[in-house]
Every structure is written in C-alpha cells, then in structure tokens.
C-alpha cells in the first residue's frame, strides 16, 4: 500500500535570507537536500516558520519552486497556502500544484475570527484546487478553533485529508479519531510529540528537524511505531531534546530555531521584520539548551 504524500515528518522550513534580508534560494535548496538526506520525508514551505507573511508574492512563488526542483524523488513537498481570502488561498494552492507540490497545508481564515459557515466555505474553496488538503489547526494565532466537531464536518464532505493540531492538548488526537475515523493527525508542535504520537500521529510537520534532523526523526519514528520497546528507547531521547523542543511553541519560536541552526553549524541567519533580534537573556537560554543537545551527541 502507497504511503499518502502528507504522512511522515515534513519540516515547517525556516528560510535562510542574505545579509541584505533578500531570499537565499540557493542556500534554501541545499537546506531541502540537507533534510532529504537526514531521514526527512518532506518539507513544508511558506509556513510561519517559512516567515511567508514577509515575502513578496514573487518570493513566495519562488520559494515553492525552489522546494520542489531540490526536492529528490519520494521527497514531498506540501506549502503552506495561508492567506486572509479563501480566493487568495485557492491561487496559491493552484501555483502549489503547477509547482509540483503534492499536498498543501491550509489555516482557516484569520483575518477575523470565522464562524463554522464561513470555515467550511473557506476550505471547500481551496480544495477545489485538487491537491489533498491538510488544516492547520492554530487558534492561538488565528483565534479559530477548528474543533473534532468541525474537522469531522469538513473530512466528511471531503475538503481534508489530515489535521496539524497545534493546541497542543493531546486528549484531542483521541476525539478526532472518534468523530473522523480516517482523518489523519499531524503532530503540531515539536513539545507534545511522544504524546501525540502515542495517541496514533501518522506525521509531524516540525521545526527542530531544521537543525538536527537525524536524532528527530528516529525520534518520531519510536514514537509511532506503536511498539512498547521503541516507546522504551524514545522516552531517554524526548527528555534529553524536551528543552529544546519546547521553544517550537513559544513566541520567538523562528529566532529560536534560527539560532539553534546556526549553533549546529546550518544556515540560521536572521530574520526579516517584524521579528527582531532575541533578547541577551533569551539568546543565551536558547544557547545553553542548543549546546546541551550537541554536547550529547544528537545531530
């Protein structure tokens, strides 16, 4: 049985920028490879962590591109096609599929808080689209709680094929199930991920994998493969990386990640505005928890 394209771990890529803050393509091309070749199974572009909000449309179509030309066979890529109007998100879910993206990953509308009427229009819209569509569940960020009841209501009209869930409460991958046998969940954030992943994840779209992606993914694959030995083996390694992982949550979360690449010898590099530079403090605790990871060995 083919695996589905959006199953597995797809990084939210961070995106490297010159020190002029225009895109570096060629350093966001050899970043894909760099994931392919840890054991990745696709990125995500154009995420938050991909700082889309920044990017120009020509940047952002580019960005796309560049993704999949670097990406190798069975490498998948699935954009995130956020945008205030559903018609907008439709646009840039049809560019995913001229790209030759395989999938895209779709927040509900946020430039107010949508009701479910408006949700499901939004999602049937850019399902038209053609390519399978994951939710991104994210009400923290755009005050839009796609609950089990409304993912249920769009999986069953056949607008979805999986959900990232990002509330980070785990006891909703257990009603999912219950209310959308088939629906598939995506680990949201890097810091429930044992959690979510004991509960039946079949992937995770992540942000630490940027750094270390080899020590993660073997992570997640003991974390769901559903054996009590590999559970055994994954617990050590979840609690050495747990204060890393954690600041994929937080609210400097892509600076976060930045540094800890740079720390690991990747291209980290700055970030365009609005996001400044971490804080002295913030920098060195981020620091400190990067290099207890490498000094144990984790790559």
Known sequence: ????????????????????LSVDYDGYAEHVRFLAEGGCDGVCPNGSL?????????????VVRTAVEAAPEGFHVMPGVAA????????????????????????????YRADREAVVSHYREVARAGLPVVAYNNPIDTKVDLTPELLAELYREGLI????????????????AELAPGLDVL???DDVLLEVGIAGAVGW???????????????????????PADLARALPIYRDLHPLLRWDSKTEFVQSIKLSMDLAGRRGGPCRPPRTPLSPEL?????????????KGYV
């Open 84 to 111: 205030y109007g559903a018609a907008e998100a439709r646009r840039w879910a049809e560019q995913a599929a001229e790209a030759g993206a395989s999938s895209v990953l779709l927040l509900p509308p946020n430039a």
């Open 1 to 20: 049985m083919t695996t589905p394209v959006w199953h597995g771990v797809h990084v939210a890529t961070a995106l490297p920028f010159h020190d002029d």
């Open 161 to 176: 094929v999986g959900v990232k869930e990002f509330t980070g409460d785990v006891r909703r991958a257990y009603e999912i």
């Open 187 to 189: 680990i949201g954030s």
């Open 50 to 62: 991909g700082e889309y909000q920044t990017l120009t449309p020509e940047e952002r179509a580019r």
């Open 205 to 227: 779209i992540a942000g630490y994998p940027n750094m270390i992606p080899k020590a993660t993914v073997e992570l997640y694959r003991l974390a769901t493969s559903g054996d």
């Open 283 to 295: 920098a060195a605790r981020i620091t400190r928890d990067t290099r207890a990871v490498l000094d």
